[in-house]
């Protein structure tokens, strides 16, 4: 064991580079009038319209980190459809300006009271014919709209 700990210790202080982790929440939610899915509007650059999500913190497992992101960023309490299969993983090192990101999306259904937070400017519900509207017009930051694509062919709104 105290092997393995040394390797870790030299890994790190070769100052190897890695890609960041991140995990994204495709929110489906029902206000009482309207289902849709959540998108928030980025308060810290790169600007723009965004699914909710944020950055891989130690200690949590993907799933727990989805859950915080979302709670931070929309207000809503989350329940992922399939925890162990995310529905895409995006990680080309030019899909972020900021750096190389590795995405991990996953599909949930929320619930509670919408209210933006933490680094979100804004969180609101969509209309599936919103969100084709917002894919047509290039809309989203950084490669969101390819998620959302697959989102939707997943769920049968795309042939």
Do not use: W
């Not at 497992?61 to 989805?66: G, S």
């Not at 992922?80 to 995310?86: L, S, Y």
């Amino acid at each position: 064991m105290k092997e393995q700990t040394n390797h870790k210790k030299d890994y790190h202080k070769q100052n190897h580079q890695c890609p960041f982790t991140t995990t994204d929440i495709i929110i489906e939610y029902n206000d009482g009038s309207r289902n849709g899915i959540i998108l928030v509007t980025r308060k810290n650059p790169p600007y723009g319209l965004a699914v909710p999500g944020g950055f891989a913190e130690l200690g949590l497992t993907l799933e727990e980190n989805a859950k915080k992101e979302a709670k931070e960023e929309t207000g809503l309490e989350i329940i992922i459809e399939n925890p162990e299969k995310p529905l895409c993983v995006h990680s080309h090192p030019n899909r972020d300006p900021r750096g190389h990101m590795i995405s991990n999306t996953y599909i949930a259904r929320g619930y509670g009271t919408l209210r933006a937070g933490d680094d979100a400017k804004t969180a609101r519900l969509y209309t599936i014919n919103e969100v084709k509207g917002l894919i047509q017009q290039e809309k989203l930051v950084f490669d969101h709209a390819r998620i959302l694509e697959k989102y939707l062919r997943h769920k049968g709104y795309y042939k």
